[in-house]
T-cell receptor, first 111, second 112 residues
Framework: DVKVTQSSRYLVKRTGEKVFLECVQDMDHENMFWYRQDPGLGLRLIYFSYDVKMKEKGDIPEGYSVSREKKERFSLILESASTNQTSMYLC??????????FGNGTRLTVT | RKEVEQDPGPFNVPEGATVAFNCTYSNSASQSFFWYRQDCRKEPKLLMSVYSSGNEDGRFTAQLNRASQYISLLIRDSKLSDSATYLCVVNMRNTNAGKSTFGDGTTLTVKP
């Protein structure tokens, strides 16, 4: 069974802090994704990666960056956290054009 | 116009009812289609893929109409445990990776 693990379930950070969200998958999938999910706005793609060191912007990349140094790990970075980045963050992985497998999410609160 | 649109509901149905959800997509180049289920405060989980010829998995039937650009999910004999949000997902393949676009979800509540 595919396992996607997000490092934290709940996180509380202060405005202006640098925040790292980590995601690890154990199925050697090429693709990894970061989404955020907000009430009334659904799931929105922040960034995705199709290979080590490769990344592409999703629909809402502003205020975020990503890092993929190893195939199994995809990190989302909030350079300077702001209150409007309070959200549920979901990492996912997949082989090419196959369904996504999600981690169980990180609920981030920025105060 | 959103790339993937769903009726948000909520759908409130009694146990045993049959309920159907529709989803429309705007990009005719879309290649693969899925239904996900998401329980409250949990991650989305794949319910079923949607194939051109239609497919069934127990009480669940999915259909795709490429000409009209919509997919549907039919749930027969609803159970209390079917209460969840159902997300329609459309994949497009770009040069490097498949990109999934999610609908906002349809909320189903099955009542005793």
């Amino acid at each position: 069974d595919v396992k996607v693990t997000q490092s934290s379930r709940y996180l509380v950070k202060r405005t202006g802090e640098k925040v790292f969200l980590e995601c690890v998958q154990d199925m050697d999938h090429e693709n990894m994704f970061w989404y955020r999910q907000d009430p009334g706005l659904g799931l929105r793609l922040i960034y995705f990666s199709y290979d080590v060191k490769m990344k592409e912007k999703g629909d809402i990349p502003e205020g975020y960056s990503v890092s993929r140094e190893k195939k199994e790990r995809f990190s989302l970075i909030l350079e300077s956290a702001s209150t409007n980045q309070t959200s549920m963050y979901l990492c996912a992985s997949s082989p090419l054009s196959s369904p996504l497998h999600f981690g169980n999410g990180t609920r981030l609160t920025v105060t | 116009r959103k790339e993937v649109e769903q009726d948000p509901g909520p759908f409130n149905v009694p146990e045993g009812a049959t309920v159907a959800f529709n989803c429309t997509y705007s990009n005719s180049a879309s290649q693969s289609f899925f239904w996900y289920r998401q329980d409250c405060r949990k991650e989305p989980k794949l319910l079923m893929s949607v194939y051109s010829s239609g497919n069934e998995d127990g009480r669940f039937t999915a259909q795709l109409n490429r000409a009209s650009q919509y997919i549907s999910l039919l749930i027969r004999d609803s159970k209390l445990s079917d209460s969840a949000t159902y997300l329609c997902v459309v994949n497009m393949r770009n040069t490097n990776a498949g990109k999934s676009t999610f609908g906002d979800g349809t909320t189903l509540t099955v009542k005793p």
